[in-house]
């Protein structure tokens, strides 16, 4: 059963357009989300994250939404670069468990068109 | 440079035989981790180490077998009663008590 759903495998934009990536979580003791951005054959990388306290967090280009009553978090990026293509992993910690229990997503793989 | 050291990138190996991936860091962190990664899937939590000599089960744990004798090493051994050891496999660590992990290169495990 899956904790953490990005049920987008795929998005497509143009360069200088607003990318908006989705995630859906289930588990309401979730107190923390991170995203990370992942190139091929590369570790991932981490982007931004936000607390469950509050329902935004903007660093530059990235901006994460947190609705926690909807369950929802998404990240926006804008104005998009086509170096921005890349699978985004959407990552939750769950509150009280132990520090490994990062929950991913299965990612959405983001292409921004020149 | 500070950072997380996997190698080799890629491994090759014949079924039955166990291969132990390295993960080096020297950032300092306390906390390191094994994640597996398929095809179209997330990652998934194989083990993790919140301090020297002590280490506890992920999600995905059967087959696989971790050390951690150091702070700055983290070796995983696939072992052959793995069944299905063909994945990427990623080193993550943290500084205790902070969330955010940060991942190595990454191990292309192939396994014929």
């Known amino acids: 059963d899956q904790q953490v759903k990005q049920n987008s495998p795929s998005l497509s934009v143009q360069e200088g357009r607003i990318s908006i990536l989705n995630c859906d979580y289930t588990?309401?003791?979730?107190?923390?989300f991170l995203w990370y951005k992942k190139y091929p054959a590369e570790g991932p990388t981490f982007l931004i994250s936000?607390?469950?306290?509050?329902d935004k967090n903007e660093d530059g280009r990235f901006t994460v939404f947190l609705n926690k009553s909807a369950k929802h978090l998404s990240l926006h990026i804008v104005p998009s670069q086509p170096g921005d293509s890349a699978v985004y992993f959407c990552?939750?910690?769950?509150?009280?468990?132990?520090?490994?229990?990062?929950?991913f997503g299965k990612g959405t793989k983001l292409s921004v068109k020149p | 440079d500070g950072g997380i050291t996997q190698s080799p990138k890629y491994l090759f190996r014949k079924e039955g035989q166990n291969v132990t991936l390295s993960c080096e860091q020297n950032?300092?962190?306390?906390?390191m981790y094994w994640y597996r990664q398929d095809p179209g899937q997330g990652l998934r939590l194989i083990y993790y180490?919140?301090?020297?000599?002590?280490?506890q089960k992920g999600d995905i744990a059967e087959g696989y077998s971790v050390s951690r004798e150091k702070k700055e090493s983290f070796p995983l051994t696939v072992t052959s009663a793995q069944k299905n050891p063909t994945a990427f496999y990623l080193c993550?660590?943290?500084?205790?008590?902070?969330?955010?992990?940060?991942f190595g290169p990454g191990t292309r495990l192939t396994v014929t």
């Open positions: 990552a939750a910690r769950n509150y009280g468990g132990s520090q490994g229990n990062l929950i």
């Open positions: 588990n309401s003791m979730f107190d923390y």
């Open positions: 180490s919140q301090i020297v000599n002590d280490f």
């Open positions: 950032l300092n962190h306390d906390a």
């Open positions: 993550a660590s943290s500084i205790q008590g902070m969330y955010e992990q940060y």
């Open positions: 936000i607390s469950s306290i509050k």
